[in-house]
């Protein structure tokens, strides 16, 4: 979980997919945060993107019609060596969870007790993805997921704090980016058991990069910078030791400045926490509002260099964003068991409730559910273990798919459960039943369709790398800022480009009934998915000759065709696992039949509302209720008070809030 509702860079404060930077250069930070155009809110984005495909990529090729089943067929496997070692941790972890850890006082406290941070500090939690040669676990991606699923089964806010130290906190740029010196100094921290922090959205900035305005101004004698700003929604902000923070550093004579990533200690002097955040869900989580006035940070402390900040951030999060869907996983894992005894020990009408129709469907969608969000996580791991490949799409999807589809389970799970779905664990034990903490995990389960790149940005963003191929060739052809020259060169270049790939999409090796016919039952599936994935990018490349340069405000057109390449994406996933393990898992090939036939119903429906849908009429009428044409509808009830704003402004300065930072004591 990250600590910014939309952190990865995006699209401007309208949603359009970001335009390509003219020139093929980064496009420069504007000159003054908070005051910047549509234009240069995209460029900015746009410049933070990783620009280059050097690595092979499943779903990159699934958007544009070339179903690379090699790329994921035979199943990847991971090393049996280094999975014992991970076996063992596992064990641990679980010894602890369940004898040390209690979930409902976490919930009914609204705080993890001292004394788990220490226990987990002991086992190596806050190392599992540190290399051991600073103290770490040294995990596979794989299984790092694996022990995220199991801490937060058993209580949520545990899973978000290992994964925002972990996943994009400290540990994971400084792999990535950090120098020998700054891994040294750092890692060691951290792996023994100090929490670190990620702090990139501000109070008026979350998927607007462009915007930041907490600035870090290099110091006269060269030896620092000052930071000052507000930091909003910094998931472990009350307790981490270490930050990461980004902050803009202004352009200057020899210094181009940027957006740029710092290592900040959580103790200096000069940074104030103003208050700890309370949400819907996940009422453990430490989650701050931080503020940094006159703060001194060494210019060793620099991760990557000056104006790498985003890039930092947007590569961090390739990797990072599977800690999300692990912890969706366990989700729909718990969620189905409770599902499962309770539908067959509660009798209605002289049978088991899930023996009727009506609980039964839902019962289906869990169980087929579940097993295809573990089998896209699953494989997601391995491919990210495996540096030959480039998941940025896939990383993308997975959280995407897992955070839509395990509120939906979530949700069936409380309407099976009934009344006692929607009554608390603790309610349920006063009066001897069993206290499943339903309610709690669909509150819990809520704001990962926001965290880490809200369901929204996340199609865009993924819109955006799935039509790259496009604007490599054509992009200069709807650019409005491309001179003649130009857009004659990206007509012949696209002009060769597509001469060769259009003719791909027209025949391929699905139409043939005997393709596949290795994966038994599931063959006339993985037919299925190569024919849908060439009728995609059909209607992609039709879309975007249709609309051009408006095809960045069709976002919603976008997000069915993300929708689709998700669908795509985990029906492959499922057959290619469950033919892996028929022999020793011959009930997987019956999930994964169930869960692709209920995929093509859905893959059939969006490929309808493609085309056939009220995208246009609901645009309009949204400018008629932002007008308050429609304001009349919102008489006769009391509505929230107007005496405060939507969004609290801030300005630099030393704080005048009481500190309200937690320090864990050291383990003994």
Same mark, same amino acid.
């Given at each position: 979980?990250?600590?910014?509702?939309?952190?990865?860079?995006?699209?401007?404060?309208?949603?359009?997919?970001?335009?390509?930077?003219?020139?093929?250069?980064?496009?420069?930070?504007?000159?003054?945060?908070?005051?910047?155009?549509?234009?240069?809110?995209?460029?900015?984005?746009?410049?933070?993107?990783? /620009?280059?495909?050097?690595?092979?990529?499943?779903?990159?090729?699934?958007?544009?019609?070339?179903?690379?089943?090699?790329?994921?067929?035979?199943?990847?496997?991971?090393?049996?060596?280094?999975?014992?070692?991970?076996?063992?941790?596992?064990?641990?972890?679980?010894?602890?969870?369940?004898?040390?850890?209690?979930?409902?006082?976490?919930?009914?406290?609204?705080?993890?007790?001292?004394?788990?941070?220490?226990?987990?500090?002991?086992?190596?939690?806050?190392?599992?993805?540190?290399?051991?040669?600073?103290?770490?676990?040294?995990?596979?991606?794989?299984?790092?997921?694996?022990?995220?699923?199991?801490?937060?089964?058993?209580?949520?806010?545990?899973?978000?704090?290992?994964?925002?130290?972990? /996943?994009?906190?400290?540990?994971?740029?400084?792999?990535?980016?950090?120098?020998?010196?700054?891994?040294?100094?750092?890692?060691?921290?951290?792996?023994?058991?100090?929490?670190?922090?990620?702090?990139?959205?501000?109070?008026?900035?979350?998927?607007?990069?462009?915007?930041?305005?907490?600035?870090?101004?290099?110091?006269?004698?060269?030896?620092?910078?000052?930071?000052?700003?507000?930091?909003?929604? $910094?998931?472990?902000?009350?307790?981490?030791?270490?930050?990461?923070?980004?902050?803009?550093?202004?352009?200057?004579?020899?210094?181009?400045?940027?957006?740029?990533?710092?290592?900040?200690?959580?103790?200096?002097?000069?940074?104030?926490?103003?208050?700890?955040?309370?949400?819907?869900?996940?009422?453990?989580?430490?989650?701050?509002?931080?503020?940094?006035?006159?703060?001194?940070?060494?210019?060793?402390?620099?991760?990557?260099?000056?104006?790498?900040?985003?890039?930092?951030?947007?590569?961090?999060?390739?990797?990072?964003?599977?800690?999300?869907?692990?912890?969706?996983?366990?989700?729909?894992?718990?969620?189905?068991?409770?599902?499962?005894?309770?539908?067959?020990?509660?009798?209605?009408?002289?049978?088991?409730?899930?023996?009727?129709? $009506?609980?039964?469907?839902?019962?289906?969608?869990?169980?087929?559910?579940?097993?295809?969000?573990?089998?896209?996580?699953?494989?997601?791991?391995?491919?990210?273990?495996?540096?030959?490949?480039?998941?940025?799409?896939?990383?993308?999807?997975?959280?995407?798919?897992?955070?839509?589809?395990?509120?939906?389970?979530?949700?069936?799970?409380?309407?099976?459960?009934?009344?006692?779905?929607?009554?608390?664990?603790? /309610?349920?034990?006063?009066?001897?039943?069993?206290?499943?903490?339903?309610?709690?995990?669909?509150?819990?389960?809520?704001?990962?369709?926001?965290?880490?790149?809200?369901?929204?940005?996340?199609?865009?963003?993924?819109?955006?790398?799935?039509?790259?191929?496009?604007?490599?060739?054509?992009?200069?052809?709807?650019?409005?800022?491309?001179?003649?020259?130009?857009?004659?060169?990206?007509?012949?270049?696209?002009?060769?480009?597509?001469?060769?790939?259009?003719?791909?999409?027209?025949?391929?090796?699905?139409? /043939?009934?005997?393709?596949?016919?290795?994966?038994?039952?599931?063959?006339?599936?993985?037919?299925?998915?190569?024919?849908?994935?060439?009728?995609?990018?059909?209607?992609?490349?039709?879309?975007?000759?249709?609309?051009?340069?408006?095809?960045?405000?069709?976002?919603?057109?976008?997000?069915?065709?993300?929708?689709?390449?998700?669908?795509?994406?985990?029906?492959?996933?499922?057959?290619?696992?469950?033919?892996?393990?028929?022999?020793?898992?011959?009930?997987?090939?019956?999930?994964?039949?169930?869960?692709?036939?209920?995929?093509?119903?859905?893959?059939?429906?969006?490929?309808?509302?493609?085309?056939?849908?009220?995208?246009?009429?609901?645009? $309009?009428?949204?400018?008629?209720?932002?007008?308050?044409?429609?304001?009349?509808?919102?008489?006769?009830?009391?509505?929230?008070?107007?005496?405060?704003?939507?969004?609290?402004?801030?300005?630099?300065?030393?704080?005048?809030?009481?500190?309200?930072?937690?320090?864990?004591?050291?383990?003994?």
């Amino acid at each position: 979980m990250t600590t910014t509702q939309n952190s990865r860079p995006a699209p401007d404060e309208s949603g359009g997919v970001p335009e390509r930077p003219t020139g093929g250069t980064a496009a420069p930070l504007p000159g003054e945060a908070g005051q910047v155009s549509e234009k240069e809110a995209r460029q900015v984005a746009e410049a933070a993107r990783e /620009s280059t495909w050097d690595r092979p990529s499943f779903g990159k090729e699934l958007f544009l019609g070339r179903f690379r089943l090699d790329l994921i067929n035979p199943w990847p496997r991971s090393d049996a060596e280094a999975d014992a070692r991970a076996e063992e941790f596992l064990g641990r972890l679980r010894e602890f969870l369940t004898t040390e850890v209690d979930g409902a006082a976490i919930e009914r406290d609204a705080r993890i007790p001292d004394e788990v941070f220490q226990g987990l500090a002991r086992l190596g939690a806050f190392g599992m993805k540190i290399d051991p040669a600073y103290g770490g676990l040294g995990l596979s991606n794989l299984q790092y997921c694996r022990a995220l699923m199991l801490a937060g089964s058993v209580s949520p806010a545990i899973g978000a704090l290992l994964s925002a130290h972990q /996943s994009i906190g400290v540990p994971q740029p400084l792999k990535l980016f950090g120098s020998p010196e700054q891994k040294q100094r750092f890692l060691p921290r951290l792996a023994a058991g100090e929490v670190s922090a990620f702090l990139l959205t501000e109070p008026d900035v979350g998927s607007d990069p462009a915007r930041l305005a907490t600035t870090a101004e290099p110091t006269e004698d060269g030896t620092g910078y000052r930071l000052n700003g507000v930091k909003l929604w $910094a998931t472990n902000g009350t307790v981490a030791t270490l930050l990461v923070v980004m902050a803009r550093v202004p352009a200057a004579d020899g210094r181009r400045g940027g957006i740029t990533a710092f290592v900040v200690d959580g103790d200096a002097e000069g940074i104030t926490v103003e208050r700890r955040n309370e949400f819907l869900g996940l009422r453990g989580l430490e989650n701050s509002l931080t503020r940094f006035h006159d703060v001194f940070v060494p210019k060793e402390n620099v991760i990557g260099g000056e104006g790498k900040g985003l890039k930092i951030a947007l590569t961090t999060l390739n990797t990072g964003r599977l800690s999300l869907p692990a912890m969706c996983v366990g989700a729909g894992k718990w969620s189905l068991n409770v599902a499962r005894e309770w539908s067959a020990e509660r009798v209605q009408w002289g049978r088991p409730v899930g023996e009727h129709e $009506a609980v039964a469907q839902k019962l289906a969608f869990m169980a087929a559910t579940t097993y295809g969000m573990e089998t896209m996580l699953d494989l997601c791991c391995r491919l990210a273990d495996d540096d030959r490949n480039d998941i940025r799409i896939e990383a993308a999807l997975v959280k995407l798919y897992a955070s839509e589809m395990a509120w939906r389970i979530a949700d069936d799970l409380i309407q099976i459960r009934g009344g006692r779905g929607y009554e608390t664990a603790e /309610s349920l034990a006063a009066r001897g039943e069993r206290p499943a903490a339903v309610e709690q995990i669909l509150r819990d389960l809520r704001i990962n369709r926001i965290f880490e790149g809200s369901t929204e940005i996340m199609h865009l963003l993924i819109a955006r790398e799935a039509v790259d191929a496009h604007l490599s060739v054509a992009g200069d052809i709807i650019d409005p800022d491309a001179g003649l020259g130009r857009k004659a060169r990206a007509g012949a270049r696209a002009g060769v480009f597509y001469a060769k790939w259009l003719p791909t999409l027209a025949v391929g090796r699905g139409q /043939s009934p005997r393709a596949y016919a290795e994966f038994g039952p599931l063959a006339g599936h993985l037919r299925q998915v190569e024919r849908a994935s060439r009728k995609l990018a059909r209607s992609t490349f039709y879309a975007m000759s249709r609309w051009q340069g408006r095809m960045e405000r069709k976002q919603a057109f976008l997000g069915r065709v993300v929708d689709i390449g998700a669908e795509l994406f985990a029906m492959a996933a499922v057959c290619v696992r469950a033919h892996a393990e028929r022999d020793d898992h011959p009930e997987n090939v019956e999930l994964a039949d169930l869960f692709c036939r209920q995929a093509r119903v859905r893959v059939d429906a969006l490929f309808t509302s493609l085309w056939d849908n009220t995208d246009s009429v609901d645009v $309009a009428a949204a400018k008629r209720i932002l007008a308050g044409r429609y304001a009349d509808l919102e008489s006769g009830v009391i509505t929230p008070p107007a005496d405060l704003p939507w969004v609290t402004g801030w300005s630099a300065g030393p704080s005048t809030a009481t500190d309200v930072r937690r320090r864990i004591p050291p383990s003994r």
